[in-house]
């Protein structure tokens, strides 16, 4: 079976440029996450969707970010205009439900720089 | 301020040896907790967990302790291979929605 697929697996764009990352989960789960990875904070948790209805985006730390999900296999995370201050590796992963022991499934992660 | 809360950015152990990876938290609401392992360049993958009910759970070479009381858990890895080199991540679930919270994580290097 296919794992989380992300891509692009790295990106390097210029301050005010627009990023587009997206996310295939697996197929059959029902929840979809979105994590960011800093040296400062560690995986934060920006947004999660289950059955593609956003649940928490509490964690979306400005309007220059939006996050998707049109269907069941497809999620994008959108920043606009990306900062410096952005670059992070960002990830996605997919449980499915019900809850069960709470193992989320992660893809490679997205690693963005911007300059 | 952080609720899942790893102290030790990193911890270097011989190998055959105990590695002992500690992790502290602040809400006594959360109901589950896990434990996550992460190589570079890769995404983190699940490694074990523990109810809230419980104190202790084994799984091969890999135990998690549980001390409600305190707030604080443990993982143990006994004995400690190189392989076992990498990044781990404690996670707390708060709510049905299965919402983790993650800790900081502590870099192991195992020593052959």
């Known amino acids: 079976d296919a794992g989380v697929i992300q891509s692009p697996r790295h990106e390097v764009t210029e301050m005010g440029q627009e990023v587009t990352l997206r996310c295939k989960p697996i197929s059959g789960h029902d929840y979809l996450f979105w994590y960011r990875q800093t040296m400062m904070r560690g995986l934060e948790l920006l947004i999660y969707?289950?059955?593609?209805?956003?649940?928490?985006d509490s964690g979306m730390p400005e309007d220059r970010f939006s996050a998707k999900m049109p269907n069941a296999s497809f999620s994008t995370l959108k920043i606009q205009p990306s900062e410096p201050r952005d670059s992070a590796v960002y990830f996605c992963?997919?449980?499915?439900?019900?809850?069960?022991?709470?193992?989320?499934?992660f893809g490679e992660g997205s690693r963005l720089t911007v300059l | 301020d952080q609720q899942v809360k790893q102290n030790s950015p990193s911890l270097s152990v011989q190998e055959g040896r105990i590695s002992i990876l500690n992790c502290d938290y602040t809400n006594s609401m959360f109901d589950y907790f896990l434990w996550y392992k992460k190589y570079p360049a890769e995404g983190p993958t699940f490694l074990i967990s523990i109810s809230s009910i419980k104190d202790k759970n084994e799984d091969g070479r890999f135990t998690v302790f549980l001390n409600k009381s305190a707030k604080h858990l443990s993982l143990h890895i006994v004995p400690s291979q190189p392989g076992d080199s990498a990044v781990y991540f404690c996670?707390?679930?708060?709510?049905?929605?299965?919402?983790?919270?993650f800790g900081k994580g502590t870099k192991l290097s195992v020593k052959p």
């Open positions: 996670a707390a679930i708060l709510g049905s929605q299965g919402n983790l919270i």
């Open positions: 992963a997919s449980s499915p439900q019900p809850r069960g022991n709470g193992e989320l499934f």
């Open positions: 969707f289950n059955n593609n209805v956003p649940i928490d």
